[in-house]
């Protein structure tokens, strides 16, 4: 049971239709790093060409100039294919737009055309192992030199750091400020001597994630281009405005096709294991496919909202923590429909193996970009303005606080 | 599909709820609930004076030729005031029943008059708790010296006291029938209920060889499953708009009522709950404005989406019932605070039309699964 | 499916057993007040007469004198009756307990032993419409006089209000003093001059709670009993010594016989509807059978825990929340099974009649006795140690302290 | 009936646990989990020197003739400690078979062995996801040459690759029946199964006239029942443990982890999500003791508490394991960390005998519904 929004025509929606299904490559999961890059990397190109890589982007940096009609446009028509693009993802959905945004004439200039063909990558370096949902607490640090800065630190959590050539790191540079000041944004080149990028295994068994380790990295700033995004000393101003990219971009988002917890999927499964007859088993199918249709129409309705200009803002995070909390659901059903296949299969069952990666992987959701917990902060106090709770850590200066689990008594 | 609303649909969720606002207010609301009748003849007069009564009836018969998109505006008022009204019985189930079934004289005889306020209708399908049954149920109906006649009982139904019309579907020798019986008519005992919320009155009717005239059908069942989808799409509205208010008010209060030195909306457990009330709403307004718009241009797709938001909306609306009376605490206990009418009636829609499991059943039949 | 803990024998079960088959009047549900009063005393009498009153209470107030397995023995044989001591429980649960536990010698033998005979009604008065889950930010005051001290105030939800002969009552002594500091509780006469008892009616159309008015109300300190109990300024001590005795009071109850919620007319009701062959309904029942069962053991063992002296402490609070999450669970479950018959119902339909009574007064299971929120930060603080929020208003004078909704916006 | 351990359990369980701390500690489980046996033969031995593997064996077998509350002390332990060990396929599953047959002579033969840890024993009677079925599934024996012959596949089997001796469930002519297979036998194909949890092996197991003798019986689909049961509760001990650690290690965590200048824990959100995950491990807990108390003294009674144990405990354990990851936030999703251990086994343990439904609907008829 796919469910999609209707689909107008229009001349650019025919446009956008003939050309990905004349130039979108076969899926590149499961190929070797390098080869999901180089087919990453020569699609973005083929598609910076045609005219369709960033569509609301302005002219003067490679974008298109066009608006969100176009790209909701795009969006539908590629929903139906599983792009290559993964490799990108964080530079075409926070850095760049963070770029656009807040760049320098000559940092645009320098970053954005190569962004946009896909001939250079990017990640982004915010969270720390102290630092999680509560990103402003992060020690890495920034020290002025005679020509620059020197970055020391640690990230974690960084999509893409493996073969990202560039990087908007955040770093302390006042510690003497209140947390949130004294935090400056910066452009890191990945290839600098210093930087270390290791993979970070996550419960699934899998690698998406990096761990990043800054040794006295120079970031020069004798050039015509600066390192720093937006201004010195005000980092979490420019790391809110690429958080909000990010939330945009994960709630503009839709279910994967191959999503193992998915509709679709579940429903396989219960087909595969005879469980659809079972009255309880029909009514728990039920249940799960409303609660995924309801997020469908609430972010169809968030989108008809955006084009009538009403954007969604911190209703993004209602989406996000329904989409964790499905998976959650997810998870319940898919052990009634198949109990003990899915604790243990044939190395030749791909169905089974697909659910219990689904089960493995679905906390990811609840925790990256901003755990439940916090989506649950943010709609209670920015959309229904809930007050705050005591503020513990506002005003004393960043050297005296404690963070993390630093000084902690085990 | 269209998920918003236009300005002129704006304008029309902004008339009916100054009108509720001045005509169903919750100390009204508080004396019409404890009236004898149960609801407010006045406001129906005004209702019907606004073209609400009539929204989707064509204009051919004295209605507004409106939509479903329309009505469900005004069901979401209805649901946020928790007013005490027949509009349900009349307006949505007996109109649309007239609608959906083939009978011109009965509609131009009957839709201006349910229009118009100077009657008001009902549907009596159900035989007891659970889902509506296509059959008829136990009620029969019987040939006798060229007028058909009624035998059996049905409940609950909705408004069943003070409807002038029922529309009452029963078994025939030749399958399942719609008839219309008169609330005066011979053999016919109304007899009011209890119920669960005070805001919402229902009767069981029994019939003993009553009179009734046979509605021209050309496929009974499918009428009644009509009826159902554009009820449960009706009834969604409402919940909709109950909820909204819920969480309004509950909002409001946690803002303003301190415990150990904070307000209660600061704590977690109040805000995130909050959070999830509101989250549902917006997943739930979402739903209906989908299946309403269905209703109005997809009517293929119009069981799906009617199963869908029965599915989705009414445990959510119980949510917010109850969140709002516990984050009101003692309060919100008593029966003097509103809490308990918004409890009480996302309680009774969620099982109006019978038990939840019953309308998932429905969804996934109607998933094909 | 009525399930009991097994019942040994022994002697004093025997005429314990003997004694209730023999004087365990009717259930006096629905008779007019005054007979239930009456028929309450009556019972009491008899109770005191026969050496069961007080069974854990010192002998020289007219107790027992005897240990918890005693009580255990009673109580597991009353659990089969339906006891006509409603209006004495107060009294019997936390007035008394807490005067043994703090009164003068004069108090003790005013009050104890006509309180132990069912002679005199107490409630408690503790709520006030600022103060519900905060009970300490209470704003009735005793000033001193010549005499004693003169009583005003409001407090609400008082149980038993309606035929008390007296109240222990918490006042503010002081409002110079921090909140939980300054406070005293009294003894004070329910019919006094300036007592007000109001019954107040809740959501399910009841009354069984009232409001209480103080209207400059004398309490008598010019004899030899003084009003106070405990110590003028620790009426906050004195208060969670009474509560304390509350919790247990909860805790150890039983699930009524005649709870509509109840797993065994939730089954009966199954029954009639002719609901028990759907196998998602039979999941549904059995579901809540396991949370109602694992309640009664958990109780179980903790009564086990306590004879081998380890007594539950805060583990009540697991308790009585679990008991009002069951309520929501069964109201779910209800709502399944009888759909529309819960809603609307003949007159003379008793069974439909009682589970709606029951689905309008669930709510009151989690907020009365301390919300269910409330239970959530006993147990996180005081059985996993988990550190407390922010207090804020610990170290301010009561005086200066906004509480209820006092200076909302609206 | 008894739900407080007495001092003697209580020393058994330090005796445990100090055995586990010193052969079962984090890295250990981690080399182990990663070698290609996937279980220490060390720690085998020495669970078998203490006694531990034959707890529930009669002295006369070799064993201590202890109980199943003791039994459930251990079992709570090695939850606790993750310990991946075939412990649950032989000195439970096997164990309890054997002693539920009728058959003096294999009872002499393997207890002692078992119980000793020179033989690793298991059952094989899952045919796929499913509960179990009662009448040896799809896998048939067949009399041949004065000897049994099996033939059929079942999957999953619990330590199916290391086990020595595997009890199958078969139809015969005369109903199901019970037998013992060596491993080494001629005809049976081992599969290793790929699986969920790291800390649990299972294999497929394929039977082409694998030679096998017949195990006396009389009832044998009852001792089924018996063994399903005592199942049942064994594995509600180990969960109780696994939700006991999983709730210790994240309340510790939620004590020194400051975000936004405060420990996590002083937050609602955690300390009531935890508060929850306490009250399931304390009811759980308690339902636990019951139903082990039963296995001892109580047979007639056993078959509902065990069913109780399923339906109850299975859920919350899964609950522990899932808040133990989300409150460690994103140290607690890294293949490092343990969270993932406490998850993942809690989530196979849920499922091990098939779906939660399964369990309910056995409750349900235990019952009587």
């Known amino acids: ?410 | 599909m269209k998920l918003v609303l236009d300005a002129e649909q704006e304008d029309l969720r902004s008339a009916v709820r100054r009108l509720l606002a001045d005509r169903s207010s919750p100390a009204t609301v508080r004396e019409v609930m404890a009236s004898e009748r149960g609801d407010d003849p006045g406001l129906w007069k005004s209702l019907a004076d606004l073209g609400l009564l009539g929204l989707v009836v064509p204009e051919d018969f004295g209605g507004a030729g409106a939509g479903h998109v329309e009505r469900a505006v005004v069901l979401e008022e209805l649901g946020r005031a928790v007013t005490p009204t027949p509009f349900f019985a009349s307006a949505v189930l007996a109109t649309d029943a007239l609608l959906a079934l083939d009978d011109d004289a009965a509609r131009a005889e009957l839709l201006p008059a349910l229009a118009g306020g100077e009657k008001v209708a009902t549907v009596a399908v159900a035989e007891g708790g659970g889902p509506w049954d296509r059959t008829g149920g136990a009620t029969t109906a019987t040939e006798r010296d060229g007028g058909w006649r009624l035998d059996g009982t049905k409940t609950p139904v909705l408004a069943g006291m003070v409807a002038d019309v029922v529309l009452v579907l029963a078994g025939t020798p030749d399958g399942p029938g719609w008839f219309a019986v008169d609330a005066a008519a011979d053999g016919l005992t109304r007899t009011a209920l209890t119920g669960l919320d005070p805001t919402r009155r229902f009767a069981r009717l029994a019939f003993a060889a009553t009179p009734a005239r046979r509605l021209v059908s050309a496929d009974p069942g499918a009428a009644l499953d009509l009826v159902a989808d554009l009820a449960a799409v009706a009834l969604a509205a409402e919940q909709v708009g109950v909820m909204q208010r819920a969480l309004e008010l509950t909002v409001d209060y946690a803002k303003v009522r301190v415990q150990f030195g904070r307000p209660i909306g600061s704590y977690q457990a109040v805000k995130h709950g909050l959070a999830d009330v509101y989250s549902a709403w917006e997943h739930s307004l979402s739903v209906l404005r989908h299946a309403a718009w269905t209703a109005d241009h997809d009517r293929a797709g119009l069981p799906l989406a009617a199963a869908l938001a029965r599915t989705y909306i009414g445990p959510a609306c119980f949510e917010a019932g109850n969140a709002m009376v516990q984050y009101h605490g003692g309060i919100g206990y008593t029966w003097e605070h509103d809490a308990h009418l918004y409890y009480k009636r996302a309680k009774s829609a969620q099982l109006l039309f019978g038990p939840p499991s019953a309308h998932r059943a429905r969804l996934a039949d109607r998933l094909g699964i």
């Open chain 1, 1 to 410: 049971m796919t469910v999609v929004d209707e689909k107008g025509s229009g001349e650019y929606r025919s446009r956008v239709r003939e050309w990905l299904g004349a130039h979108v490559p076969p899926p590149t999961a499961g190929l070797p790093p390098a080869e999901v890059l180089r087919i990453a990397k020569e699609y973005q190109a083929a598609l910076f060409e045609a005219g369709f890589a960033g569509i609301t982007w302005p002219k003067e940096v490679g974008g298109q100039g066009l608006g969100p009609a176009e790209q909701q446009v795009f969006s539908e028509e590629a929903a139906d294919y599983d792009l290559p693009t993964y490799p990108l993802t964080i530079g075409m959905g926070m850095c760049g737009p963070t770029l656009v945004d807040l760049g320098t004439p000559e940092q645009k200039q320098r970053y954005l055309p190569k962004l946009l063909r896909g001939d250079e990558v990017w990640c982004q370096l915010f969270s720390e192992p102290g630092a999680g949902s509560d990103v402003a607490s992060l020690q890495s640090r920034a020290e002025r030199t005679d020509d620059g800065w020197v970055l020391n630190g640690q990230k974690v959590w960084t999509t893409n750091a493996q073969w990202a050539d560039f990087g908007a790191v955040l770093a302390r540079t006042d510690p003497d400020q209140v947390k949130h000041a004294g935090i400056t944004m910066f452009i890191v080149d990945m290839h600098a001597p210093g930087v270390t990028v290791r993979p970070l295994r996550d419960m699934s068994g899998k690698s998406p994630f990096n761990e990043v380790y800054f040794d006295d990295v120079h970031l020069p700033a004798d050039g015509a281009i600066s390192p720093v995004i937006g201004e010195v000393g005000r980092g979490w101003q420019a790391a809110v405005t690429m958080l909000g990219h990010e939330r945009v971009s994960i709630g503009a988002s839709r279910p994967s096709r191959s999503n193992s917890l998915g509709f679709d999927a579940v429903l396989a499964l219960a087909r595969r294991e005879g469980a659809t007859a079972d009255p309880a088993n029909r009514e728990r199918l039920a249940e799960l496919y409303a609660h995924e249709r309801a997020l469908q129409l609430l972010n169809a309705r968030m989108r008809q909202e955006t084009q009538a200009g009403r954007p969604p803002g911190a209703r993004g995070s209602v989406a996000k923590l329904a989409g964790a909390l499905q998976l959650r659901r997810a998870i319940a059903v898919v052990g009634e429909l198949a109990g003990a296949d899915v604790v243990a299969w044939d190395p030749d069952d791909a169905l089974s193996a697909d659910v219990a990666q689904g089960i493995n992987s679905a906390p990811a959701s609840s925790i990256a970009g901003g755990t439940n917990e916090v989506q649950h902060n943010i709609i209670g106090e920015r959309i229904l303005g809930l007050p705050k709770e005591p503020q513990v850590d506002r005003d004393i200066p960043f050297r005296q606080l404690k963070v993390g689990t630093q000084g902690g008594a085990r």
